[in-house]
Nanobody, 127 residues
Framework: QLQLVESGGGLVQPGGSLRLSCAFL????????VAWFRQAPGKGREGISR????????DYADSVKGRFTISREDAKNTIYLQMNNLKPEDTAAYYC????????????????????WGQGTQVNVSS
């Protein structure tokens, strides 16, 4: 059984940085393509970044491109989302997600492409 456990959310000032972590428990990270999503009040779930199983391809939503970086450290069974130059509009609940290879070959930033989800971690960007 794969369980995804998120951490790293909190309150940060505009312009600040935060790094979210998502630990893969029960199964090796190396078997999965991964992604990060977020959901702000009054909005649908937005795919903001994804990375393929090998770590050679990463995609970003226009809303975070140039500010956020997805990464994976398979030896630690953990993925990360480094968030820089945070803006108030980044305030949301953030979720990590995974889908097992070979289905991960077809994964995009659509939430329906993913099978496993973290519990969510809240990020509040406010002065």
């Amino acid at each position: 059984q794969l369980q995804l456990v998120e951490s790293g959310g909190g309150l940060v000032q505009p312009g600040g940085s935060l790094r979210l972590s998502c630990a893969f428990l029960g199964r090796p990270l190396e078997y999965y393509g991964v992604a990060w999503f977020r959901q702000a009040p009054g909005k649908g779930r937005e795919g903001i970044s994804r990375m393929n199983r090998s770590g050679t391809v990463a995609d970003y939503a226009d809303s975070v491109k140039g500010r956020f970086t997805i990464s994976r450290e398979d030896a630690k069974n953990t993925i990360y989302l480094q968030m820089n130059n945070l803006k108030p509009e980044d305030t949301a609940a953030y979720y990590c997600a995974a889908v097992e290879f070979p289905k991960s070959l077809r994964a995009t930033l659509r939430s329906g492409d993913y099978t496993y989800w973290g519990q969510g971690t809240q990020v509040n960007v406010s002065s």
